[in-house]
T-cell receptor
Framework: AQRVTQPEKLLSVFKGAPVELKCNYSYSGSPELFWYVQYSRQRLQLLLRHISRESIKGFTADLNKGETSFHLKKPFAQEEDSAMYYCALSGLHMDTGRRALTFGSGTRLQVQP | DADVTQTPRNRITKTGKRIMLECSQTKGHDRMYWYRQDPGLGLRLIYYSFDVKDINKGEISDGYSVSRQAQAKFSLSLESAIPNQTALYFC????????????FGEGSRLTVL
């Protein structure tokens, strides 16, 4: 079974400080990993995906298969980064043979002025 | 704009009542999903559908049923609601070629007394 673990429920940093939101996964196949973000009073939306190796809003995430991690990083946090962040894994569900997203429990990032 | 719309947005009901949450989309996506969000647990997949005749159970389908009435409509039913089904429910869609990129509705907050 696939599993996504986000160990921190809350991460509080000051503006300008580096941010690292942790994500570890468990999956027997080749994973596809994503970060989703939910800003206050907005819908949950895709932030970035590992396969694109992109930087969105200054955030990056590198897939480390050896450590089964996909941590989200930003060198200098901004107040507008305050939001709920979810790590998600797209994997095959063994009982259905279908691929669907499994989400972690989420980390709330608070960026203080 | 193409969108994912959930109704009702808020519902309070009593134990034992039948409840239906509805989702419609104008994105033209084949795939639709129902997730449940609980504090500290993140989003958990209830049911998902890859087309009108392809419906699959997620990790927490007990106590729920779904109906895919058309490509654009996917309803979630609680046949006999219980208090621990109090949660925020999200509908989402995805294109068949980008299953990791989900587009979410605004959510339906259900309270079961």
């Amino acid at each position: 079974a696939q599993r996504v673990t986000q160990p921190e429920k809350l991460l509080s940093v000051f503006k300008g400080a580096p941010v690292e939101l942790k994500c570890n996964y468990s999956y027997s196949g080749s994973p596809e990993l994503f970060w989703y973000v939910q800003y206050s009073r907005q819908r949950l939306q895709l932030l970035l995906r590992h396969i694109s190796r992109e930087s969105i809003k200054g955030f990056t995430a590198d897939l480390n298969k050896g450590e089964t991690s996909f941590h989200l990083k930003k060198p200098f946090a901004q107040e507008e980064d305050s939001a709920m962040y979810y790590c998600a894994l797209s994997g095959l569900h063994m009982d259905t043979g279908r691929r669907a997203l499994t989400f972690g429990s989420g980390t709330r990032l608070q960026v203080q002025p | 704009d193409a969108d994912v719309t959930q109704t009702p947005r808020n519902r309070i009901t009593k134990t034992g009542k039948r409840i239906m949450l509805e989702c419609s989309q104008t994105k033209g996506h084949d795939r639709m999903y129902w997730y449940r969000q609980d504090p500290g647990l993140g989003l958990r997949l209830i049911y998902y559908s890859f087309d009108v005749k392809d419906i699959n159970k997620g990790e927490i389908s007990d106590g729920y049923s779904v109906s895919r009435q058309a490509q654009a409509k996917f309803s979630l039913s609680l046949e006999s609601a219980i208090p621990n089904q109090t949660a925020l429910y999200f509908c989402a869609t995805s294109d068949r070629f980008a299953t990791g990129e989900l587009f979410f509705g605004e959510g339906s907050r259900l309270t079961v007394l």
